[in-house]
């Protein structure tokens, strides 16, 4: 046998296959400059927003009087405080009116909490309540309606609300970040009765909570926080079982 001959075609395309190929050696040395390029930017980025808003003087942050505010708010579980529905999932979007009452006017000098009036309009309510998840109720079974009405399927309702009567309470105002503890009630009405044909489409809410708000330039801050949110119709319908709902809300107030 002749073993003088080079390797057979079959051999020379796996050892070109195997051969490491110029662009892909390229793209594997690009991605580690391309992470680190993209950590310097989002570094410089970062030090862009949060150094000119360090230098601003202290009066600057000063609380306003009136201002005006955008916030979103959705569940990632439910409660059993008051309510007896499970696994009810609720979503809120709301425009926010903000009128500080104490102290009646912002002064520097003041280094204690003050007590804001705050008021909503619910442009979006979302309400889902899955099969199952209301309590067993004793049931007539001489009504028809109600035995149909019992059985357990799924329901989502959208609607809309106000919020009239809200207070805050927010500590260190003259400081970048003010934590804050706040409540407010009011009304909702939906598309359809909740949580099911025996109960209500205008119902009851009200939340207690607490967040912080960061003042990101001397009309603009950002709010993020925790809410415990309540919904039922007072005993208005035939059944009133309730939804209580933990809540993540995230806003934005301006101010003039």
């Known amino acids: 046998m002749n073993c003088s001959h080079g390797p057979g075609p079959r051999r020379r395309v796996l050892l070109t296959w195997m051969r490491p190929r110029p662009h892909a050696l390229l793209r594997t040395n690009l ?28 009066d600057s942050l000063a609380p306003s009087t009136n201002a005006v505010g955008v ?12 309510g007896n529905i499970r696994r009810a999932r609720v979503g809120l979007v709301g425009l926010r009116y903000h009128r ?59 609607g809309v609300g106000v919020r009239p009567a809200g207070l805050r309470l927010t500590y ?22 909740v949580p099911n044909a025996l109960g209500r489409s205008l119902n009851f809410m009200f939340d207690l909570g607490a967040g912080v708000r960061v003042v990101l330039t001397p009309t603009l801050t950002l709010t993020a926080g925790y809410r415990y949110h309540h919904l039922s119709n007072g005993f208005r319908g035939q059944i009133n079982p309730g939804v209580d709902a933990n809540l993540f809300r995230l806003g934005v107030t301006a101010s003039p």
């Open 100 to 158: 500080l009452l104490a102290p009646a006017s912002p002064s520097p000098s003041f280094d204690g909490p003050t007590l804001t009036y705050t008021a909503d309009l619910l442009p979006v309510l979302f309400l889902s309540i899955p099969s199952g998840a209301l309590p067993s109720f004793p049931s007539d079974e001489s009504s028809p309606a109600r035995m149909s009405s019992s059985r357990p399927q799924d329901r989502t309702a959208v």
């Open 31 to 58: 991605l580690p400059i391309l992470h680190a390029r993209l950590i310097v930017v989002t570094v410089l980025v970062s030090l862009g927003v949060v150094v000119p808003c360090a230098g601003q003087p202290a």
């Open 172 to 193: 260190r105002p003259h400081k970048r970040v003010q934590p804050f503890v706040a409540g407010s009630t009011g009304l909702a009405f939906f598309d359809r009765s």
């Open 71 to 82: 916030w979103a708010a959705g569940s990632f579980a439910t409660g059993r405080l008051i």
